[in-house]
Structures are given as structure tokens and as C-alpha cells.
């Protein structure tokens, strides 16, 4: 029902910035949440971001991990969302999955609460 296509990633230098960018489409119309995870190899999908649309109070959450480095940001008129990504660590170097939910977030969240996801983009940090 809905898709979700992703941009923005490559390659960065430690301490490098990037920002990613998903697009939704089809039917889009109802109350998304949308977010990110990400995941490396033999590692479970984790969270990064979140943000709520304005009608439930526009909240937005983030793992401990990237609180005051990485913001998540919406468009709505154009149904996308944004992550910037600044002062990146190798550690951070993963597949990054943008994500949608009808469910209201109330801090971190979890993939089982995750209802649509995109193809995921590589980002790479070199040290």
C-alpha cells in the first residue's frame, strides 16, 4: 500500500556528514509515522529516529546513540522525510532503512511495530 524509496547514501570520511532522504508513495494520505533503522551484518535492525506527523503533537525520538548528531526531519506537502546525519562514526557504517507505521511512537521503537520499509541504502564511514 504504501512505497518507500530512499537516497543519500555513499561513502564518508569519519566526522563527515550525509543526508538521507525517503519518499513515499501510493496511499499515503492516512497518519504516518515515519522513521529510520539500521542494520549491519549479524546485528538485528536498530532504531535511529523517529517523528510523528503534526496532528499527534509532531514528537520525535531518538536513539541515545546519534542524540545531538542526526536530525529527523518531514516534508509533508511532499511526503518525504530527511535524516542528517553529521559528525559520523565507522561504527555507524550500516544498511539505513527508512520506515513507516500507523502507530504512534512514545520513544524507541522496535521493527515489529514497523509496518512499511524501504529497499535500505548503504552508508559507509571510513576511519
Known amino acids: 500500500q504504501v512505497q518507500l524509496v530512499e537516497s543519500g547514501g555513499g561513502l564518508v570520511q569519519a566526522g563527515g556528514s550525509l543526508r538521507l532522504s525517503c519518499a513515499a508513495s501510493?496511499?499515503?494520505?492516512?497518519?504516518?509515522?515515519m522513521g529510520w533503522f539500521r542494520q549491519t551484518p549479524g546485528k538485528e535492525r536498530e532504531f535511529v529516529a523517529v517523528?510523528?506527523?503534526?496532528?499527534?503533537?509532531?514528537?520525535?525520538y531518538y536513539a541515545d546513540s546519534v542524540k545531538g548528531r542526526f536530525t529527523i526531519s518531514r516534508d509533508n506537502a511532499k511526503n518525504t522525510v530527511y535524516l542528517q546525519m553529521n559528525s559520523l562514526k565507522p561504527e555507524e557504517t550500516a544498511v539505513y532503512y527508512c520506515?513507516?507505521?500507523?502507530?504512534?511512537?512514545?520513544?524507541?521503537?522496535?521493527?515489529?511495530?514497523?509496518?512499511?520499509w524501504g529497499q535500505g541504502t548503504q552508508v559507509t564511514v571510513s576511519s
Open positions: 501510493g496511499r499515503t494520505s492516512g497518519s504516518y509515522t
Open positions: 520506515a513507516a507505521t500507523l502507530r504512534r511512537p512514545m520513544g524507541v521503537m522496535t521493527p515489529s511495530e514497523i509496518n512499511y
Open positions: 517523528v510523528s506527523e503534526t496532528w499527534s503533537g509532531g514528537r520525535i
